[in-house]
């Protein structure tokens, strides 16, 4: 995947972009985007995806998706004359990310009219429709501005198509009404994020995510009412989460409410990622610091051994639980295998 490729539809400005509001430390600013459906050819992804919103409060420390809100952020400041105040460029591109949120404000009625294009809902039929892959869904944002709620009630006029929504807030059960529509309609799942079921941990690396609590609750909701719910455990973060007891207590809390299946991936550190995450280790885990630079110093993965003995252990543990490991075939064959060294899906989905 190219970064040029993810948001190619935003235009060069030389003004900074309209505020829309604000909320503590957060500015919320109007998206010049002028389409919202990204295809795969588009992206390089084997599927279609769809971000309602760019840049995300929910701040994880290891959050790979910070690398498209600079670009954005360049190609709406680098053009001549433009404004070098687009958004908070006060703030440094990693923290913009996290306070500074494009709201897709027109994504709804852009989305029925990409639908409304010959050969897409063909194309949708076929293949699977991802929301929230370089952003959470129902972040805060998602409360006033209902921007995913609005895409999702263009989805559900449709039938026959494969959609995957993925976030770690409890706010999708808002959506149940709508989601239970799309579910009869569709092929729907909503993945779940949850690396660890130890608040306080999840507190020094989320920091502003709802709590695995929450998350959990939200995962019984949801299979209350019928709908498929995927964790992704992803990323498993080497020396961190990864621990035989983490592990342990993180699937038996799945198994407790219901969860569907389970995917796991282990880090990986691209470019971006890593100048976030490797100081936050050094500052907040140090004794771990050398290690990480030691298994991340020639490429963006950890070792195969660690991965497969990673694998190992999820089964194992998923076995004796009674969660199914791993994405079952409807979803796999059109997302992959979130384990594999070049998962697109583990590539897409490593954030959220
Ligand atoms: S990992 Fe997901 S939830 Fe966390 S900041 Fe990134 S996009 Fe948001």
């Not at 919103?53 to 929910?58: H, I, K, M, T």
Request: include cysteine.
């Amino acid at each position: 995947m190219t970064q040029t490729s993810f948001f190619p539809d935003i235009p060069r400005v030389a003004r900074a972009l309209p505020l829309l509001g604000e909320q503590k430390d957060i500015r919320y600013f109007a998206s010049p985007s002028r389409s919202v459906l990204n295809s795969p050819a588009a992206t390089g992804m084997g599927f279609w995806s769809i971000n309602p919103y760019l840049g995300c409060a929910f701040g994880c420390a290891y959050c790979y998706a910070r690398y498209a809100h600079r670009y954005t952020t360049e190609r709406l400041t680098s053009s001549d004359g433009a404004s070098p105040a687009a958004f908070g460029d006060e703030l440094p591109p990693w923290l913009a990310f996290e306070r500074r949120i494009m709201i897709k404000h027109s994504a709804p009625a852009l989305l029925r009219r990409e639908l409304a294009r010959a050969g897409t809902l063909e194309a949708l039929r076929n293949e699977r429709m991802v929301i929230g892959t370089a952003t959470d869904p129902y972040q805060p944002a998602e409360r006033r501005y209902r921007i995913t709620r609005g895409l999702l009630e263009v989805i559900a006029e449709q039938r026959g198509m494969g959609v995957t929504i993925i976030t770690k807030s409890p706010l999708v059960t808002r959506d149940i009404d709508i989601l239970t529509t799309i579910r009869d309609r569709s092929r729907l799942c909503v993945h779940v994020s949850l690396i660890t079921v130890d608040r306080e941990l999840a507190r020094r690396l989320e920091p502003r995510a709802p709590t695995p609590e929450a998350r959990l609750r939200s995962i019984a909701r949801l299979r209350e009412n019928d709908i498929e719910v995927g964790v992704n455990v992803m990323p498993v973060l080497p020396g961190i989460t990864d621990a035989p007891h983490q592990v342990d207590a993180l699937i038996c809390a799945l198994a407790q409410v219901r969860a569907s299946y389970v995917g796991a991936c282990a880090l990986r550190l691209r470019a971006t990622a890593r100048t976030r995450y490797l100081p936050f280790i050094a500052a907040e885990f140090p004794e771990l610091e050398s290690a990480y630079r030691r298994a991340y110093a020639t490429g963006h993965q950890v070792g195969e051994r660690y991965r497969s003995g990673l694998r190992a252990r999820f089964k194992a543990v998923c076995e004796r639980y009674g969660v199914a490991y791993g994405y079952p075939p409807a979803v796999e064959n059109q997302l992959g295998d979130p384990m594999s060294a070049d998962s697109q899906l583990a590539l897409a989905l490593e954030p959220s």
